[in-house]
């Protein structure tokens, strides 16, 4: 018999989400450890929930390291939620990521024959995003260290904080000066936005979650991988003319000629997401370009673009080879975004249309499509739980020879499904950032005997993370 508090030793042999791995002890009861385990680890953990047929521990103790661990390089891992595998060497992550794909398709969508390729490796191991989000919150988190300090006696004020949310803790966030996955300029902006906040805490107090009042909400950075060029967006409850040309003027004085825009966003939405309903443009023009492949990209400040340049390309090249694209093909891209994979399918079929729900992002994908010369590409804004509602424009495009379809981390609606289903076209390429979505989804298309999953390939856009991306090909059986 198993008890609460009671310390075990086990030895782990598989990684589940949300920071949790997995053993069994002797007599054969599985346990699910919460901590950074690494496969191969020996560890004592400390049980805090006894189930008939499982246990759930805490993990205490590394008894004996696992080969494929590594010291992670960031003073914040274990506690930020970002890099949770910083600790596992880049061949054990790239295995975790096929297996977390290979896994999902097999026990959730009931893919039993589908063997997914080796995941595709990523360049930069760090430093290599080109968009980050920090949150200003007015809740410190505090770190294991400073838990016993006295109040007062803190380094850092206890009521500020600007970096990320803790997991599970979305009222408090880690003060962090520095993160290994930005850019430089990232880190100089988060720094000089800290204490410019921190100087005029008055008149810009950090926007509380519980009242529903204050200023300070989110610093978004974003990064041309290929352009250098770069933005800070400044998102706030109301526009504070005077102080945002300061904040700009310390903006130049710290990254020069570095910056090229600067943005202020304002919204009275009462959440934390980073997604203004006004902009003011204070420096610049408002957005920045990147390059992937042939094409420049616009992108704004609420558009959607793909976080990691690089791998972007390598994704997008893995769209355009699951779906096998003929010079006469209609294709729709769903879930399109600011229009990057509407333009790289457009020079390979006959047109394209895209979908997508935010406003900014559509006309960043008319002008994407316009700067390159490109004609063959239409876009609608939709949300795509209303496809239904754009059955004439749809009947006006054109049949679709293929669907691609990219939606976010939830995965499509199943309104947006079962249309899908109803157009039922010979090709649907499923590009997922989250491998749950993509066994339900995918489960959805097959499960009738309407397709069949032939192909997927999970790419690494996320090393040091527990992300993986991944390219679905399936083909009409009937
Ligand atoms: C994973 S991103 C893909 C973007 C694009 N395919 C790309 O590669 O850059 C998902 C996109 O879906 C959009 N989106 C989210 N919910 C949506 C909805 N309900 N209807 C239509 N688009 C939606 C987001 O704004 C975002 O641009």
């Given at each position: 018999m198993y008890k609460k508090k009671q310390m075990v030793e086990v030895e782990i042999i598989d990684l589940g989400d949300k920071n949790q791995s997995f053993g069994r002890l002797e007599d054969g009861i599985s346990i699910f450890v919460q901590g950074?385990?690494?496969?191969g680890d020996t560890v004592k953990a400390e049980i805090f929930k006894v189930k008939k047929k499982y246990l759930v521990a805490r993990m205490c103790e590394l008894v004996e390291p696992s080969p494929h661990r590594i010291d992670p390089v960031c003073p914040y891992f274990g506690l930020?939620?970002?890099?949770?595998?910083?600790?596992?060497n880049y061949a054990e992550q790239l295995r975790l990521k096929r297996k977390q794909v290979q896994d999902a398709l097999e026990?959730?969508?009931?893919?039993?024959?589908i063997e997914c390729e080796p995941a595709l490796a990523a360049?930069?191991?760090?430093?290599?995003?080109?968009k980050m989000d920090f949150s200003f919150t007015d809740l410190r988190y505090l770190t294991p260290d400073e838990m016993?300090?006295?109040?007062?006696?803190?380094?850092?004020?206890?009521?500020f904080a600007v970096g990320f949310h803790a997991p599970?803790?979305?009222s408090k966030a880690i003060d962090i000066d520095?993160?290994?996955?930005?850019?430089e300029e990232m880190n100089i902006t988060l720094n000089t936005v800290r204490k410019f906040c921190l100087a005029h805490r008055d008149e810009l107090p950090i926007y509380s979650t519980?009242?529903?009042?204050?200023e300070l909400r989110n610093l978004v950075v974003r990064h041309g991988?290929?352009?250098?060029e770069f933005m800070v967006n400044l998102v706030t409850s109301t526009h504070q003319a005077e102080l945002m040309e300061q904040l700009c003027v310390a903006l130049k004085d710290a990254l020069g000629d570095r910056l090229t825009t600067f943005v202020n966003n304002t919204t009275s939405a009462?959440?934390?997401?980073?997604?203004?309903?006004k902009e003011f443009v204070l420096?610049?023009?408002?957005y920045i370009t990147d390059r992937l492949g042939d094409y420049t990209y616009r992108i704004s400040a609420n558009s959607f673009f793909q976080t990691n340049t690089v791998q972007a390309e390598k994704l997008y090249n893995e769209i355009l080879k699951a779906a096998?694209?003929?010079?006469?093909d209609l294709v729709y891209d769903l879930f399109?975004?600011?229009?990057s994979i509407t333009l790289f399918a457009s020079g390979h079929c006959q047109k394209v249309l895209g979908v997508e729900l935010v406003e900014s992002s559509v006309r960043d994908a008319r002008e994407n499509a316009k700067r390159h010369n490109v004609d063959n590409c239409e876009f609608i804004q939709l949300d795509?739980?209303?496809?239904?509602?754009?059955e004439p424009e749809l009947r006006e495009f054109g049949a679709p020879d293929v669907v691609i379809t990219d939606p976010p981390r939830?995965?499509?609606?199943p309104k947006a499904v079962k249309m899908l289903l109803e157009i039922a076209p010979p090709v649907i390429v499923y590009v997922s950032c989250n491998p749950a979505s993509l066994a339900r989804d995918g489960q959805m298309f097959c499960e009738e005997g309407q397709y069949r999953l032939v192909s997927c390939q999970p790419i690494d856009?996320?090393?040091?993370?527990n992300h993986v991306e991944s390219v679905a090909r399936f083909e009409r059986c009937r």
């Open positions: 950074p385990a690494a496969v930020c939620g970002g890099c949770k595998w910083q600790h596992m026990h959730l969508g009931g893919f039993k024959e360049p930069n191991l760090f430093g290599y995003r080109n016993g300090i006295e109040p007062g006696a803190h380094a850092k004020p206890l009521d599970g803790c979305f520095h993160c290994d996955l930005s850019t519980h009242t529903h009042t204050g991988g290929h352009t250098g009462k959440n934390t997401v980073a997604f203004g309903e420096y610049g023009p408002g096998q694209l003929k010079e006469t399109c975004g600011t229009g795509m739980k209303d496809f239904r509602k754009i939830a995965g499509m609606n856009m996320f090393p040091q993370t």
